[in-house]
């Protein structure tokens, strides 16, 4: 006997099937998943099934004390924390109106860039693999690995770092950082040709993703596309340089631009990034040490410590685009509520969507990676 | 801009020139664990000779992986602040943050550079430890995460507080300390982190972080309410109070402690009286018991006892033989310390609870305890110590030698008792601040100048007084000499012109029994026209009578009670500095004490007799 409720499943014809890509696929960042619909091995639809990695950091956060939420910031994006962090400690400096010390900006652009850089090699990794090269993805989860072991160095976790507190950072730079950071960058920089050979003049990259999940910049902008992704379109816009937070007016970097709008120009924005990156991180290594003074403002007892009535809406440039934090105090010792602009929830879901439909099989974890699109912070 | 050409192809052969890394080793990293870094966030190390079991590291946790664990082994000290309790680490829940080592008010935990941990599932609560310095393996880690003096989430200095200046504060009787601001303490408040060592500590373990969370929450009737729940000498606590709590604060192991005591005072002070009185009347029993109890003694174990038991349904009479209410606070404590404004606040709310304090009875001659005992269901003794020690040095029976709980009682009623141009004080407790530091200021008043030294057996660090007496007795222009032994009261044709004294060697023997010793070789005479004997107070129980002080049952000179403050005689109880020694905390705390007992005696007599 059937249920009440049955249903018929309405099977598609034969020719068309729909196969579920991830939540566990190699082509997947993340558990993430796509129910795309083929017609032979062309995508005629495709549903973005997020949600395996929701742990409901933003209602946690509303249990939390302003200050332990500083340990949950970073996992809501795990290949690029920095940003998370700093973004989340700008915010409950401007409801309470703190002033962070000099010293500390600069640590955390230094943080911030590290991360961008660490970032972009992992994402190079993965959306060289979705093209059959896993050598990048090797390099680029090995070179990653030398920037994780800074930040080991810094804050004492590899991934998690927890080391930006509202106020400022939570240690001063161990003896001689600076120096082991400025050699890590000329590693990182003296690998770039060979990256280039692999991947960025290979031609059968380049063939793989020219032409590949095109995004007008009209279409861009009205799904609320930033980032690399919004410049691979054509439009120069930075948050760093538009409207500058920490010390970033104070340093010299381009703003990388792209028109094409698709997987290959993408990748080259990214890669161009990674040199401005590189580029700013110099800066700092050479004037950080100049700069003296407290690297925390003070703060009150965590345990007793109420922010002012108010909202606050920061943000930041993450590797993957605008990150910020709507965040909301009723005046008490917790957030009444937090809301996170995450970049990838903008193109990781419709966008990817829209992407791939009409993209060959072979071309949806190329067009996904393209975007950088990193599910944790789409569920968060 | 990208320096690849968009248009640019690459080429197939590119990717060969990579075939020169086929030479090159692997970065595949070895098997066995890495050495981590030096800020490493590993494993939990707690030195337990610092760690007290505050629990800090427990609230602060965001993921509850802390415990506190109860160490039957471990000392207790409530005094100093220590509980025999340390953190456990559930490392099922932890997250490494690291916000418990940087809020530690001891400085005790720390995170190691150690970070493998596995187990077969026989041994899961392997992953539930209780750190100690020797990490959770046993192996030597050195530390990794440990705390920074710029990365402290404890803010260790206190809101200052507003005081006049010595030279605003010399000639007069004004109260000394201003109070805070409603900023300030807000300010104040927030340095606690809750950890009730002070609760722990305080004689009558008053809620202090319930009062000063609702301090800082703004709602300070309610800070009004908890502090009435074990205090009702709530102005004068929160003015003189020894404030054994901030000995035990937490925060005062690396900082200094929250100001507890200006913190009562401030919610004190921010609620008007006549709402004080409906707060304090909260919980009253509003039907008479029938029961009648007479109290001796209106200083603050008797008035907490009579409060309690009023509170409690029954009626209390109070019996003062000096002519105002308060005891030593009144005729003892100067008013720059305790303005009797504030003195008459906390007896006007025990008062208005329906207790009847009669003065200028006094006990023996007015009215005796006999007759009390026939009038009354229970008796309370609460007499204080109200007759100060002599030295019994040669010359001390000059009239000129006075004592100094009698030159303060006559300071508080106004009487003229002969203000000398120069005096010296015996003694180096806070009753010896005090007279020194009235005498100055009557001396200021009347002469223009003050010469005033104090000599005690005592060196500096170990005088009995407070600290913060001895400085601002300093700023006062009062002369300290410490290690100096009177030897005698030298007097000239009939005239007393000085004290002789000796430097002191030792002031206790072998034993650890006082003994003084002094280096004759070191004699000094001090030149003044009066000597004042602050060395000590006890107790006028000549009052009791011959024959019920043969009846009582003593020790060592003192009133013997059980833990309740009953005496050998049913029907009669003690309380107070009598029983305790001096000191206003504790004599609240005794009257506590002993009102419970007397409740309790009278509700099971009138069980048994209703």
């Known amino acids: ?380 | 801009m990208s320096d690849i050409d968009y248009k640019q192809r690459g080429s197939l052969l590119n990717p060969l020139r990579s075939l020169g890394f086929f030479g090159r080793p692997p970065v595949t990293q070895p098997l066995e664990p890495r050495p981590a870094s030096i800020n490493y966030r590993g494993f939990h190390l707690n030195d337990w000779e610092k760690c007290v079991g505050c629990g800090t590291c427990q609230k602060v946790c965001d993921n509850a992986a802390i415990s506190m664990v109860h160490i039957p082994d471990l000392p207790a000290d409530p005094a100093k602040g220590v509980r025999p309790e340390r953190p456990a680490i559930d490392y099922g829940r932890c997250c490494w943050c690291g916000l418990c080592v940087d809020i530690c008010p001891t400085g005790a935990l720390a995170l190691s550079r150690e970070y493998v941990h596995t187990c077969v599932d026989a041994d899961l609560s392997s992953y539930f430890i209780l750190p100690d310095s020797h990490g959770i393996h046993g192996q030597p880690y050195e530390k990794g995460w440990a705390k920074t003096a710029d990365a402290d989430l404890i803010s260790l200095l206190r809101e200052p507080m507003p005081e006049l200046e010595p030279e605003q504060r010399i000639e007069n009787f004004d109260e000394i300390v201003g109070g805070y601001d409603p900023q300030q303490a807000l300010l104040e408040a927030s340095r606690c982190v809750q950890c009730g060592m002070c609760h722990d500590a305080c004689p009558t373990h008053m809620h202090a972080p319930q009062y000063i969370r609702a301090i800082w929450e703004g709602k300070l009737e309610e800070a009004v309410g908890w502090i009435y729940q074990t205090n009702p000498f709530a102005h004068i606590c929160g003015r003189v109070c020894t404030r054994r709590c901030e000995t035990a604060c937490s925060i005062g192991h690396r900082g200094e402690p929250i100001a507890i005591r200006w913190l009562k005072r401030y919610a004190m002070d921010a609620i008007p009286h006549e709402r004080v009185k409906q707060i304090a009347a909260a919980g009253r029993c509003e039907t008479p018991s029938g029961q009648r109890v007479a109290i001796v003694g209106a200083g603050p174990a008797g008035l907490t006892c009579a409060f309690d038991l009023a509170k409690q349904g029954h009626a209390v009479t109070v019996f003062e033989a000096l002519s105002q209410p308060g005891g030593m606070t009144r005729w003892g404590i100067p008013e720059y310390r305790l303005p009797y404004d504030r003195i008459d606040r906390d007896i006007d709310v025990i008062q208005s609870l329906g207790v009847e304090i009669r003065c200028n009875t006094r006990i023996g001659s007015d009215i005796t305890l006999e007759e009390l005992h026939q009038q009354y269901d229970a008796v309370l003794i609460a007499l204080g110590l109200q007759m100060g020690r002599g030295t019994r040095i040669p010359g001390s029976d000059h009239p000129q030698v006075r004592r100094a709980v009698d030159l303060l009682r006559q300071a508080t009623a106004g009487e003229e008792f002969g203000t000398p141009q120069s005096a010296v004080v015996i003694g180096g407790g806070n009753v010896a601040m005090d007279i020194a530091r009235t005498l100055a200021r009557l001396q200021r008043q009347r002469f223009g100048t003050a010469q005033v030294t104090i000599t005690a057996l005592e060196e500096l660090s170990h005088f009995l007084a407070d600290p913060v007496e001895i400085k601002e007795a300093h700023e006062e222009g009062i002369t300290i000499l410490p290690a100096r032994g009177p030897r005698e009261v030298v007097v000239e044709d009939g005239n007393l012109v000085g004290l002789a004294t000796w430097r002191v060697t030792s002031i206790f023997d072998e034993q650890g029994r006082f003994s003084p010793t002094y280096d004759q070789e070191d004699a000094q005479i001090h030149t003044a026209e009066m000597v004042v004997e602050a060395i000590g107070q006890m107790s006028d129980t000549g009052l009791l009578g011959d024959e019920l002080t043969e009846r009582l049952a003593w020790n060592r000179g003192r009133l013997q009670v059980d833990s309740d403050g009953r005496t050998s005689e049913a029907w009669l109880w003690a309380a107070g500095d009598m029983v305790r020694g001096p000191d206003v905390v504790s004599a609240v705390a005794d009257g506590h004490r002993v009102a419970a007992s007397i409740h309790a005696a009278l509700s099971a007599a009138k069980e048994q007799n209703p």
């Open chain 1, 1 to 380: 006997m059937r249920p009440e409720n049955y249903q018929a499943v309405s099977h598609p014809p034969s020719h068309e099937y729909e196969v579920f890509f991830g939540p566990n696929h190699p082509g997947i960042e993340g558990n993430y998943a796509l129910k795309v619909r083929l017609h032979g091995d062309e995508v005629t639809a495709a549903r973005a099934d997020g949600g395996y990695l929701h742990r409901g950091f933003e209602k946690l956060m509303e249990g939390r004390l302003w200050i332990q939420n500083i340990a949950l910031v970073p996992r809501i994006c795990v290949p690029d924390p920095v940003p998370m962090e700093v973004c989340y400690s700008l915010a409950i400096e401007a409801l309470g109106g703190l002033e962070v010390p000099e010293r500390a900006q600069w640590i955390r652009v230094m943080q911030l860039e590290l991360s961008r850089i660490a970032a972009h090699l992992f994402t190079f990794g993965g959306n060289a693999a979705t093209t059959g090269m896993y050598t990048p993805m090797f390099w680029g989860i090995a070179d990653r690995d030398l920037i994780l072991d800074l930040f080991e160095e810094l804050s004492g976790g590899r991934v998690y770092h927890i080391y930006n507190i509202p106020g400022g950072v939570r240690r001063d730079l161990p003896e001689g950082y600076l120096k082991r950071v400025s050699d890590t960058l000329d590693y990182i920089e003296s690998r770039l040709p060979d990256y280039d050979n692999l991947m960025f003049t290979n031609q059968v990259f380049v063939r793989r993703a020219t032409g590949v999940g095109i995004m007008t910049q009209e279409q861009a902008l009205d799904w609320g596309v930033t980032g690399p992704n919004l410049r691979a379109t054509g439009l120069p816009f930075d948050v760093r340089r538009d409207d500058p937070y920490l010390i970033y007016d104070q340093l010299e970097f381009d703003v990388p631009v792209e028109e094409a709008g698709d997987a290959w120009a993408r990748t080259l924005v990214r890669r161009a990034e990674l040199k401005q990156s590189l580029r700013i991180l110099r800066q700092v290594v050479a004037r950080l040490p100049e700069i003296d003074g407290p690297i925390r403002a003070p703060i009150p007892n965590p345990l007793a410590w109420n922010l002012p009535l108010g909202d606050v809406y920061t943000r930041v440039e993450s590797s993957k685009g605008e990150l910020a934090y709507y965040v909301v105090s009723n005046g008490g010792d917790k957030p009444w509520r937090v809301h996170v602009r995450g970049p990838s929830a903008m193109h990781a879901v419709q966008v990817l969507e829209h992407l791939v439909t009409g993209a060959r099989i072979e071309d949806v974890a190329q067009i996904m990676f393209s975007l950088d699109a990193c599910p944790p912070e789409v569920d968060r």
